[in-house]
């Protein structure tokens, strides 16, 4: 997967062979922010004009845009489940936040992939 970042947004770029177009989407916000070029360049100029026209949007609405995600995750456990994690984690040498991230973006992308 190949990204593109602006500012804080980021967006997952797609190659659509059969149009000959690059595709891209704003990944790190709850909406949907679609944008497209035929070249890197029109493509990173595409980003800026969907989010100006998002945020015109909203505006227009009377909505606040979405806010790229924090990148903060709390969850809620039993102090069991809590152990259970905390001692996979060590059998895998990690501490419990690095192996939680890499476990659930594994699982996030096996999900989104469809494998």
């Not at 980021?10 to 922010?33: K, Q, S």
């Not at 895998?92 to 999900?111: P, V």
Request: charged share 35%.
């Amino acid at each position: 997967m190949s990204t593109m970042k602006l500012g804080d947004y980021i967006a997952r770029i797609t190659y659509d062979e059969e149009r000959e177009i690059f595709h891209g989407r704003i990944i790190n916000i709850r909406d949907v922010v679609n944008f497209y070029g035929h070249t890197p360049a029109e493509l990173k100029q595409e980003f800026r004009n969907s989010l100006d026209c998002y945020v015109e949007l909203c505006e227009e609405r009377g909505l606040e845009p979405a806010k790229p995600f924090s990148g903060r995750f709390n969850i809620r456990m039993s102090s069991e489940e809590h152990r259970l994690l905390a001692e996979a984690a060590e059998r895998h040498g990690k501490s419990l936040n690095a192996w939680a991230r890499r476990t659930l973006d594994n699982a996030a992308r096996r999900e989104i992939e469809g494998t």
